[in-house]
């Protein structure tokens, strides 16, 4: 099983990492200290106001940047036939969407953490803030990576299904960003423990709506 595991994600890495993938990894960081280093442009050389909002422009960058790669999550697998040949050797769709969601949120979670550090010097992060920046992500990207995953898997094989799939991410991906968010307001802690529960029940719940929606775009 650990061998199966380590088989699936690998070249679910190899695939969302390589750069004739649609930019690879590159895509989404890039994306996300675009939008850093345009925010103060918006907003004018306020630096108590920079300060202020920038952990919430560092989230708001995190979630756009996590709903880029949706259309290669689910939906190349599934016209290929990789999940019907999948089933037939007895891997279920849930080990695989589960496998899935390690894989994405190793391609964008980790980079982005790293990115947070140049993004909160150009907004003008305190040490403290950037601390609790970093602790949230850490808490927060494994669910945006379960909900793009599950949201992919949803939409996948219908007409327009990458754009329907932002759409639906966007929403759901909330309550994350307003505990992320909020945590830089609240003192920390709090906001990150609640980030991290949301994220737990993603995860959780990820694996089996994906399979079934799997199953059901097989069927």
């Not at 300060?51 to 560092?58: D, E, F, L, M, S």
């Amino acid at each position: 099983m650990i061998r199966l595991f380590a088989t699936l994600l690998r070249r679910d890495l190899a695939r969302l990492l390589g750069s004739g993938q649609g930019g690879g990894a590159l895509l989404p960081i890039l994306f996300f200290l675009a939008v850093a280093m345009i925010y103060p442009f918006a907003v004018g050389p306020d630096a108590p106001l920079l300060a202020r909002t920038g952990g919430g422009v560092i989230w708001v960058a995190a979630l756009l940047a996590a709903i880029l790669p949706l259309d290669r999550l689910v939906e190349p697998d599934l016209e290929r036939g990789m999940f019907d040949q999948w089933a037939l050797r007895g891997i279920s769709e849930e080990w695989v969407i589960a496998v899935r969601v390690v894989s994405h949120w190793l391609s964008f979670g980790p980079p982005l953490m790293l990115a947070a550090l140049p993004a909160g010097a150009l907004l003008g992060l305190s040490g403290a803030h950037l601390r609790t920046v970093e602790l949230g992500l850490l808490a927060g990207t494994p669910g945006l990576a379960a909900l793009g995953v599950a949201v992919a898997a949803i939409t996948a094989g219908l007409r327009g299904g990458a754009a329907l799939a932002g759409l639906l991410v966007i929403p759901l991906g909330v309550p994350l960003l307003i505990f992320g968010a909020g945590s830089l307001s609240t003192g920390g802690d709090s906001g990150v423990a609640l980030t991290g529960a949301v994220s737990l029940v993603l995860l959780a719940v990820a694996p089996f709506a994906g399979g079934a929606a799997v199953r059901a775009a097989r069927d």
